[in-house]
């Protein structure tokens, strides 16, 4: 029964996810719900109108993203309070470089940064597509532009086995400046698809930062043929589209599921929050935020931890004593009693003392804030590989737990 009423939800976060590839497209793709749902947007450098009972969200490099429902009491009682959930838009990949461009035996490559701390194994033997931000110059301006190709462009081919020995096999230790530079196409199909016009690129300068294919698709890809590429920001995908697995579709296969699983559950109950819960939030201001960089701010995000929890049995609440993690019986007890209202299953976790732990936003938020905080989430496989899988239940109680949260006093 819980997984046909988690079913809707399962579908909507795949059509979400498939809509994204980079932080800004995360950030698109939620503008896209919160819009539909009857945000309005405020500019960060304008004066805001902010009145009872209004429906707002803020963005900032069009990389982070904050949204805000107002109780509609909120400043009459003095007894409200507020509630935030805070999630991240980035996932670790492969990003192009300022200079993308590399010719290596006879093979036209890009070159990238490893962005994040990853699972690079399993990026090996997949088609990658590309998505980010553009800078461009039309005329006398600085246009941005965002791109979406979900087209495999790129390919990081493993060695056939007999090129291999034994040992080599079973390491497979990568060489991350060596062996993630992935191939984009042939030097030679490049000149036969060109022309006299590909004679006349071999002999341009060494100046040329994106492989020359690369770069009259993305112009093309923009709508603007012509224009001068100044900068980009684009981050390497797979492009096997997200799916629903297993043979009950329990399980959700995806990239990106650290952590836009979060991110889609924060925001969704934020808006189901403002339709159906307006009586219960009257006198606070209920908050979701997703930050970008948080995969690169903190150390050892991928954690170990991960691997003992079970998939399909409930929300993560995490533990540190060294307080990697924000929780403490304070705050746990707060989600404890909304859990168990509300008949929403939870697990507990701790590291163990011989594994290093990951850390979250939570920890500097509770710092710099000075307020409650407690770190949850979903189980997840195969956490920041290049395609992660979680429990569609898991997903379903994460968005109804933050849906029915509320600011609570002792």
């Known amino acids: 029964m819980a997984l046909e009423l988690a079913r809707p939800v399962a579908e909507r976060f795949i059509h979400f996810v498939n809509k994204t590839g980079s ?26 109108k902010v009145t009872q009972g209004g429906k707002y969200f803020v963005t900032r490099n069009d990389s982070c993203i904050a949204a805000f429902v107002v109780g509609a009491a909120f400043g009459y009682s003095g007894t409200g309070g507020f509630c935030i959930t805070a999630t991240h838009t980035d996932s670790p990949c492969l990003r192009l470089r300022p200079r993308a461009f ?48 979900s087209k495999p462009l790129f390919y990081l081919p493993n060695l056939a ?48 930062r994106l492989p020359p294919a690369l770069e009259r698709l993305v112009t093309e890809a923009i709508g603007v043929p012509k224009a001068k590429l100044l900068d980009w920001d684009f981050c390497l995908m797979d492009s096997t589209p997200s799916r629903l697995s297993g043979i009950h579709s329990e399980f959700i296969e995806s990239p990106r599921l650290d952590n836009l699983a979060s991110t889609f559950a924060a925001f969704e109950a934020l808006i189901e929050t403002s339709r159906r819960h307006c009586e219960s939030i009257k006198d606070d201001i209920i908050m979701a935020v997703a930050f970008d960089h948080e995969e690169v701010g903190l150390i050892y995000l991928h954690a170990a931890a991960w691997l003992i929890c079970w998939l399909l049995q409930g929300v993560v609440i995490k ?48 710092a710099r804030l000075g307020v409650r905080t407690v770190d949850i989430g979903i189980p ?31």
């Open 319 to 366: 533990e540190n004593a060294n307080q990697s993690y924000a929780s403490n019986a304070c705050s746990m007890s707060f989600v404890r009693v909304i859990a168990e209202d509300a008949g929403i299953p939870l697990q507990d976790f701790v590291v163990r003392n011989d594994s290093r732990c990951g850390g979250t936003v939570g920890a500097m938020l509770s």
């Open 380 to 410: 997840q496989w195969a956490m920041h590989s290049c395609r992660e899988i979680c429990g569609v239940t898991d997903l379903m109680h994460l968005q109804k737990l933050i849906e029915v949260s509320r600011p609570l006093v002792t």
């Open 102 to 149: 590399a010719e290596k035996e006879g093979y036209h490559m890009g070159g990238v940064e490893c962005y994040g701390g990853g699972l690079w194994h399993t990026w090996f033997d997949r088609g990658l597509g590309m998505a980010g931000k553009v800078a461009l110059r039309v005329g006398n301006k600085v246009e941005e532009r965002l791109l979406h190709i």
């Open 23 to 48: 932080p800004y497209h995360s950030v698109k793709a939620v503008k896209d719900i919160l819009i539909t749902a009857g945000f309005s947007e405020l500019d960060e450098r304008g004066s805001w």
């Open 161 to 208: 086995i007999h090129l291999k020995t034994a040992e080599e096999i079973g390491a497979f230790t990568i060489n991350k400046e060596q062996h993630l530079q992935p191939v984009l196409c042939s030097a030679i199909a490049e000149q036969l698809s060109q022309g006299n016009e590909g004679k006349e690129q071999d002999n341009k300068d060494e100046a040329q």
